[in-house]
């Protein structure tokens, strides 16, 4: 049936604009900035991976609250004893509960107090009992969640304060979760100082310098380091009348330092306390560390003060902006941080492009190969394909990240495998003898299912990787949607409707698919089922033996899931692997390696386990001290309780992409076939595995992405060769069923070959010039395409068969 002008006009138009849209993406920056603003409005965003940046996440420390907390309770109980004109008891501390021997009256007031906490259907923040004339304070569960989604809340304006004064261009700040706080900010070149502004509470207090230890004074540390002072523990003027402050540098040594001023209310006690103790050691605190303890030589009336000490300008800054933007309600800690110099952006960039580049025209090559005029015709809605695909990323204001960037080129080679099963089906009709337009509508009826069957498979793999997964996997699971149901527009409707024009406009007899070499094979007659239970068994034997790897020498796994952190560093010089490595044993706990990173002017550095910034930090310090003039282009930091939560996460995804990928095969088929492409994916996911532990791969968050990709490759594969024989099965009669397979597997043979040949004609490059983020997804892709595409041919078969023989049921029609 002629589709009518309007439907083709609009189409055109659609697909005229989608591409219009996708060229300023191509263009670059200077070029793109003199075109106007609705052109490139809808260009895509680039991730952090690509531009350069810092992704931290922060989280309130739960201990510090509750902590502070105790304080805050301990305070209400002296001030409703002082209320009731009783005398203050000692009061103990176990835990989060105080005990104090007190009467009646006391315990009702206190009740009243925790009462007051309760919101309507909410427990309150601490509970109170007495009993044998000791009254007992209890912090809940309940009121210390309160209290953390209470101080994130109030850290975002903080945060976003210290932020806009450091002058990050567009940086996000958003909540995640009840008591986190992610920041993202493009082009960040000095993550340190932005870790350290972030993650300092910023309390500040004045007080004044015991003369030698004893009751009421705390032993502080100095914040260089140099030694302890004895400081009384009454505050004498709070930070919070601090108005304002700067870095200036001193006029007499050109040190830098910081100048402050009090609010008026602060300026008047300031000049009492300096009149008051002349010649006395006054200490400025700064979340328990002493900046600077100087003498008071006189009055201080006007309110001003300054901080000297033996500070970086950076160091000078980060304190100014501190004092400015006031303290933060709780301490925050950076629980993940994923850095990324703008340097390795632009390589990441370069990388990427070259591997699309490389991959689409292997893949194009493949299928001109394959199919002549017609596989150059697929090659070019190839490029269609990928227009759309960023098209729509700019619509949807997705950003594009690396794993983004290998979810397209992923999306290329398996784009092809419509084209394959259509071009499949298109020859079979042509070999019956079918005239060309009829062929052509038979190719494309019978390639539909199937077609559908294979993209919702992975689709539903993607859309649990979406809901489980988080940054550029997420970012990952988009892109590979977005690129299946394009390829489906493009493949089954737009590459339908080019047929059809030429088809009819040239009249051929026939419509010959003919390779750019020699001619079409007819299907074979290889019988697999005779080789099938030998098969079987020597696909268990290497699944139990790649079982056996999981744990001899076991899986590498990364800090993604183990915990710590990981640093790329760059020098203009060889690195001193031998001096370097010495340093950072010298300085930082934990189990510290560091090895060479592809260029002798790179190093990876990498300690596992309990990490966090003071780890980071002193990596950064012995980094400095033995490689003068060192950049890290990569910092990722992984704390323990977002490991433990990514593996979590991770093995969800991975079940549920397996149980949801086989519900859907029981509805569309018959449980045999459900069950047989449980037990067949069950051996293909293991031997990857094992591959993964003999090789030693690392095991990651990118190995998650790889496996989960690999499932709906791999259920992808056995829904082809399944619906084949279920047609079969259909129309076979009596037909014993392992001949009905022989037959089916000897029809989809070729299309196998093909669909896995494009897809590691698209891998392999990624795999080879795509850098380590890239290639820690491509190889375990290409082990599992090899692996899926044997499983297919001689393990998915033997097993429908030996499901079918242990029941009496009939296989044919749906269920």
Same mark, same amino acid.
């Given at each position: 049936?002629?589709?009518?002008?309007?439907?083709?006009?609009?189409?055109?138009?659609?697909?005229?604009?989608?591409?219009?849209?996708?060229?300023?993406?191509?263009?670059?920056?200077?070029?793109?900035?003199?075109?106007?603003?609705?052109?490139?409005?809808?260009?895509?965003?680039?991730?952090?991976?690509?531009?350069?940046?810092?992704?931290?996440?922060?989280?309130?420390?739960?201990?510090?609250?509750?902590?502070?907390?105790?304080?805050?309770?301990?305070?209400?109980?002296?001030?409703?004893?002082?209320?009731?004109?009783?005398?203050?008891?000692?009061?103990?501390?176990?835990?989060?509960?105080?005990?104090?021997?007190?009467?009646?009256?006391?315990?009702?007031?206190?009740?009243?107090?925790?009462?007051?906490?309760?919101?309507?259907?909410?427990?309150?923040?601490?509970?109170?009992?007495?009993?044998?004339?000791?009254?007992?304070?209890?912090?809940?569960?309940?009121?210390?969640?309160?209290?953390?989604?209470?101080?994130?809340?109030?850290?975002?304006?903080?945060?976003?304060?210290?932020?806009?004064?450091?002058?990050?261009?567009?940086?996000?700040?958003?909540?995640?979760?009840?008591?986190?706080?992610?920041?993202?900010?493009?082009?960040?070149?000095?993550?340190?100082?932005?870790?350290?502004?972030?993650?300092?509470?910023?309390?500040?207090?004045?007080?004044?310098?015991?003369?030698?230890?004893?009751?009421?004074?705390?032993?502080?540390?100095?914040?260089?380091?140099?030694?302890?002072?004895?400081?009384?523990?009454?505050?004498?003027?709070?930070?919070?009348?601090?108005?304002?402050?700067?870095?200036?540098?001193?006029?007499?040594?050109?040190?830098?330092?910081?100048?402050?001023?009090?609010?008026?209310?602060?300026?008047?006690?300031?000049?009492?306390?300096?009149?008051?103790?002349?010649?006395?050691?006054?200490?400025?605190?700064?979340?328990?560390?002493?900046?600077?303890?100087?003498?008071?030589?006189?009055?201080?009336?006007?309110?001003?003060?300054?901080?000297?000490? &033996?500070? #970086?300008?950076?160091? /000078?800054?980060? =304190?100014?902006? !501190?004092?400015?933007? %006031? @303290?933060?309600?709780?301490?925050?800690?950076?629980?993940?941080?994923?850095?990324?110099?703008?340097?390795?952006?632009?390589?990441?960039?370069?990388?990427?492009?070259?591997?699309?580049?490389?991959?689409?025209?292997?893949?194009?090559?493949?299928?001109?190969?394959?199919?002549?005029?017609?596989?150059?015709?697929?090659?070019?809605?190839?490029?269609?394909?990928?227009?759309?695909?960023?098209?729509?990323?700019?619509?949807?204001?997705?950003?594009?990240?690396?794993?983004?960037?290998?979810?397209?080129?992923?999306?290329?080679?398996?784009?092809?495998?419509?084209?394959?099963?259509?071009?499949?089906?298109?020859?079979?009709?042509?070999?019956?003898?079918?005239?060309?337009?009829?062929?052509?509508?038979?190719?494309?009826?019978?390639?539909?299912?199937?077609?559908?069957?294979? &993209?919702? #498979?992975?689709?539903? /793999?993607?859309? =649990?990787?979406? !809901?489980?997964?988080? %940054? @550029?996997?997420?970012?990952?699971?988009?892109?590979?949607?977005?690129?299946?149901?394009?390829?489906?527009?493009?493949?089954?409707?737009?590459?339908?409707?080019?047929?059809?024009?030429?088809?009819?406009?040239?009249?051929?007899?026939?419509?010959?698919?003919?390779?750019?070499?020699?001619?079409?094979?007819?299907?074979?007659?290889?019988?697999?089922?005779?080789?099938?239970?030998?098969?079987?068994?020597?696909?268990?034997?290497?699944?139990?033996?790649?079982?056996?790897?999981?744990?001899?020498?076991?899986?590498?796994?990364?800090?993604?899931?183990?915990?710590?952190?990981?640093?790329?560093?760059?020098?203009?010089?060889?690195?001193?692997?031998?001096?370097?490595?010495?340093?950072?044993?010298?300085?930082?706990?934990?189990?510290?390696?560091?090895?060479?990173?592809?260029?002798?002017?790179?190093?990876?550095?990498?300690?596992?386990?309990?990490?966090?910034?003071?780890?980071? @930090?002193?990596?950064?310090?012995?980094?400095?001290?033995?490689?003068?003039?060192?950049?890290?282009?990569?910092?990722?930091?992984?704390?323990?309780?977002?490991?433990?939560?990514?593996?979590?996460?991770?093995?969800?995804?991975?079940?549920?992409?397996?149980?949801?990928?086989?519900?859907?095969?029981?509805?569309?088929?018959?449980?045999?076939?459900?069950?047989?492409?449980?037990?067949?994916?069950?051996?293909?996911?293991?031997?990857?595995?094992?591959?993964?532990?003999?090789?030693?791969?690392?095991?990651?968050?990118?190995?998650?992405?790889?496996?989960?990709?690999?499932?709906?490759?791999?259920?992808?594969?056995?829904?082809?060769?399944?619906?084949?024989?279920?047609?079969?099965?259909?129309?076979?009669?009596?037909?014993?069923?392992?001949?009905?397979?022989?037959?089916?597997?000897?029809?989809?043979?070729?299309?196998?070959?093909?669909?896995?040949?494009?897809?590691?004609? @698209?891998?392999?490059?990624?795999?080879?010039?795509?850098?380590?983020?890239?290639?820690?997804?491509?190889?375990?892709?290409?082990?599992?395409?090899?692996?899926?595409?044997?499983?297919?041919?001689?393990?998915?078969?033997?097993?429908?068969?030996?499901?079918?023989?242990?029941?009496?049921?009939?296989?044919?029609?749906?269920?």
């Amino acid at each position: 049936m002629r589709r009518p002008l309007w439907v083709i006009m609009t189409y055109v138009a659609l697909l005229f604009l989608a591409v219009a849209t996708a060229i300023p993406n191509f263009l670059p920056v200077t070029a793109r900035s003199a075109l106007p603003d609705w052109v490139t409005n809808q260009t895509v965003s680039l991730g952090l991976d690509l531009q350069g940046g810092a992704h931290l996440l922060l989280a309130v420390d739960r201990d510090d609250l509750a902590q502070a907390r105790l304080q805050d309770l301990r305070e209400t109980l002296v001030a409703e004893m002082q209320a009731l004109n009783q005398s203050q008891a000692t009061i103990s501390s176990d835990g989060l509960t105080l005990s104090v021997g007190a009467d009646d009256a006391l315990f009702a007031a206190m009740q009243e107090s925790a009462a007051a906490t309760a919101q309507p259907g909410t427990p309150v923040d601490f509970t109170v009992t007495h009993k044998d004339g000791i009254l007992r304070l209890a912090l809940t569960a309940a009121g210390l969640d309160r209290a953390a989604t209470s101080a994130a809340d109030s850290s975002l304006e903080v945060i976003r304060q210290r932020i806009d004064q450091v002058g990050v261009s567009e940086p996000m700040i958003s909540r995640v979760g009840d008591d986190r706080i992610l920041v993202q900010m493009p082009g960040v070149e000095n993550p340190a100082q932005l870790r350290a502004l972030l993650g300092s509470t910023a309390k500040m207090s004045f007080q004044m310098v015991a003369a030698q230890p004893g009751p009421g004074v705390a032993m502080l540390d100095l914040r260089d380091g140099s030694g302890q002072v004895p400081v009384e523990n009454r505050i004498a003027l709070s930070g919070e009348r601090l108005d304002q402050a700067a870095m200036t540098f001193d006029p007499d040594t050109g040190r830098p330092m910081v100048t402050f001023a009090f609010d008026r209310q602060g300026a008047v006690t300031f000049a009492e306390i300096t009149a008051a103790n002349i010649g006395q050691r006054f200490a400025v605190v700064l979340d328990g560390q002493v900046l600077t303890a100087p003498v008071i030589q006189s009055v201080i009336p006007g309110g001003q003060g300054q901080i000297t000490g &033996n500070f #970086t300008p950076e160091e /000078a800054q980060t =304190l100014a902006v !501190l004092l400015t933007s %006031g @303290a933060l309600p709780a301490s925050l800690e950076v629980i993940e941080e994923r850095s990324v110099g703008a340097a390795l952006g632009a390589d990441s960039i370069r990388s990427g492009l070259i591997t699309g580049v490389v991959g689409l025209a292997l893949v194009m090559a493949m299928m001109v190969a394959l199919y002549g005029g017609w596989g150059l015709l697929a090659s070019a809605v190839l490029g269609v394909n990928v227009m759309l695909t960023l098209t729509a990323l700019g619509l949807l204001g997705a950003t594009l990240t690396l794993p983004g960037i290998a979810g397209i080129i992923l999306c290329l080679g398996i784009a092809v495998d419509s084209n394959i099963l259509i071009f499949s089906r298109i020859r079979e009709e042509t070999a019956k003898g079918t005239v060309a337009m009829k062929a052509l509508k038979q190719g494309y009826a019978q390639a539909w299912a199937t077609i559908f069957d294979a &993209n919702i #498979t992975t689709l539903l /793999a993607m859309v =649990l990787l979406f !809901l489980f997964g988080a %940054g @550029a996997v997420r970012g990952f699971a988009i892109t590979m949607s977005l690129g299946v149901v394009i390829s489906m527009f493009t493949a089954v409707v737009l590459m339908r409707m080019v047929m059809e024009a030429l088809v009819r406009r040239r009249k051929p007899a026939s419509l010959a698919i003919a390779p750019l070499f020699g001619r079409v094979p007819a299907p074979g007659a290889f019988s697999f089922m005779r080789r099938g239970r030998v098969a079987l068994v020597v696909s268990a034997m290497l699944s139990i033996g790649a079982m056996t790897a999981l744990v001899v020498p076991g899986p590498n796994l990364g800090i993604d899931f183990t915990g710590g952190v990981q640093m790329v560093l760059r020098s203009d010089a060889a690195v001193p692997l031998a001096d370097l490595r010495t340093a950072i044993a010298a300085s930082v706990a934990g189990d510290a390696s560091l090895q060479a990173f592809g260029d002798p002017t790179e190093a990876l550095i990498r300690v596992q386990g309990a990490a966090g910034q003071a780890t980071v @930090a002193a990596v950064e310090a012995a980094a400095a001290q033995t490689v003068p003039g060192a950049v890290f282009d990569q910092i990722d930091l992984v704390g323990p309780t977002i490991s433990g939560e990514l593996a979590t996460t991770g093995l969800i995804a991975l079940s549920l992409a397996i149980l949801a990928m086989l519900a859907y095969i029981w509805v569309r088929f018959e449980w045999h076939f459900a069950a047989g492409a449980i037990v067949v994916l069950f051996l293909d996911i293991t031997k990857t595995f094992g591959i993964i532990a003999l090789v030693g791969w690392e095991v990651n968050l990118t190995t998650i992405v790889a496996l989960l990709t690999l499932i709906g490759y791999s259920v992808n594969d056995k829904v082809v060769v399944y619906d084949r024989i279920r047609e079969h099965l259909r129309a076979s009669g009596d037909t014993p069923l392992p001949e009905v397979i022989d037959r089916s597997l000897n029809q989809v043979l070729a299309r196998c070959i093909f669909t896995s040949g494009t897809t590691l004609a @698209a891998l392999l490059p990624m795999a080879i010039w795509g850098g380590p983020a890239v290639a820690g997804f491509a190889w375990p892709m290409i082990a599992g395409v090899v692996i899926a595409t044997a499983s297919s041919l001689f393990v998915a078969g033997p097993v429908l068969v030996w499901l079918a023989a242990r029941s009496p049921a009939v296989m044919g029609a749906p269920a």
